[in-house]
């Protein structure tokens, strides 16, 4: 081997075990061979990995390889299709569908394991390849992990040919876990047989109220509790005259919770713009003091009338659930029992991971006869932000832009700057709290001003200015009496610290402001821009601690007070002097 072939190969195998690091195309002999070679099973997976992170472009050539009549082309068929059926699009890939159904008559066991278990994950439900499948376990004696694995794959892409065959699986005693395969297979398929169209109604009203948990952002709990205090009063307004008043009794639970007595239709809760999610804390029935485990706990639950209740109110169709475990992982052991004791002790409420309009989540971290229970509602279209035609790299958070214009709050007359207006987010969330004057933003980056600019017409606010420009030196025209923004953040400041930019930043606010005026934006230096703040004269008024996924940023209100008269800047001051 030449030198710089050497080199390339060692660069190749050193870099494998690096999670960000993806093979090309001229890489891949090498990979392969190594594949094929490597007796170390934690290494093999590393290399795998790797295959995976090429995407669909390796598998054509990745089968070429492995279609071959050698001995190393033999090693590394199986250890391939594992890589392969991990790859994204595989499942769409005809060559990668016809070289598993084709594995599937290889001599090598291994090699038909590893095609059964792919094809589980990839074939389609009554395809070619589940039929090849279903003949490959008729066609038995098998080794026991080859039966095992066709039953589980089997489970996943049968259809009632598969089914029958499954029922009719003789198991013999002591073969524990091909039983356990087999019963789940067909809780899967019949599963799958008896699936029908479900929807939520978020029309509809609960016969008496319910417990309702509203999440937001950690920090944001006050703002969220506001707006929903502001819901449990909107019985007054005309458009809700003759109904109960639709949320009662708003109280903040912990950390990005917030509860409430939900009275009216869940479509009134999306007036709520910095809540992120929500779902109904599930009472505890009298049943639950005797349940010995979480699967116990759970079935007393189902079997509760208020939990049947709550879920046909708002489910059309076949009301069905996953099941999600707050702590402790997935814990398949018990799901698959859950599943198994629902279909008889609540026929009504079917388990399905997979279209499912209910999430039930059980948290028995204090043990089963003290588990809470929450039913959280899944695929409800949410239709607070669907003026988002765009967005942009590090651009705000829907419901972070609408707690800041929240915080900010209105005046009349006001004239509005985002110094770094992104996709525009907070202008438009500003603009549908009330009348305003005029809408600036200004950016360095002109694809940002063209998501901005689709973004507000989506949202049809008409009066606004979009201007490319540098925030700190950018002279608006005419007076400002709001300056909202979410500033660039340490990670998404190209070069240097982000202190002197922010630094800036509010001394030009303080300069462009009319007195009064107010800045409304997240720090990430929040004692720094109090020590700065404080020295141009602005009042801090309101702030809050936020979770920024990974970082903390402060809300910071800051106001800009009135002068009083005969008051001169100081600018002004050193220069007459």
Known sequence: MEPSSTARRERVLAAINDPGFTPGLRDLPLVLDELAREPDARRRRAIERALTRMGALAISPALRAAGQDRDDARRLRPRLIRALARTPGADAHPELLDFLRASLVEPDHVTRRAAAVALGKLAAPDSREADALLQLARAGPHPPELLRACVEALGKCGGEEALTWLRGLDVA?????????????????????????????????????????????????????????????LAELAELAGRDRPIDAPTILGPGRVGARLRGPLRDIWRARTMTSFGFALPSPAALASAETAVDATLALLAAPETRALVETWTKGQ????????????????????????ARVAPWFRNDPTESPWELVVDDERGPQRARFELRPRGLPDPRFRYRAGDVPAASHPTIAAALARVSGVAPGDRVWDPFVGSGLELIERARLGPVDALIGTDLDARALDVARANLEAAGVSAFTLVRADARRYCPQGPITSILCNPPMGRRVARGDVGPL??????????????????????PLPERARRVAARLGLVLERALPVDMGGFTVELQRWGAPARRPGHRSGRRRRASS
């Open 173 to 233: 005693t002591g073969e524990h876990e091909l039983a356990r395969l087999r019963q789940q297979a067909i809780v899967r398929l019949e599963r799958t047989r008896r699936r029908a169209p479900a929807r939520l109604d978020d029309a509809a009203s609960p016969g008496a109220p319910v417990e309702l948990i509203a999440r937001c952002r950690v920090g944001l709990e006050p703002i969220l509790h506001e707006e929903l205090a502001e819901l449990a009063e």
């Open 319 to 342: 009301a069905r659930f996953r099941v999600a475990w707050a702590r402790g992982g997935p814990r398949r052991a018990e799901t698959w029992a859950l599943a198994a004791a629902v």
């Open 502 to 523: 922010l630094d800036e930043l509010l001394t030009r606010a303080a300069a462009v402001l009319q007195r009064p005026g107010r800045l409304t934006w997240l720090s």
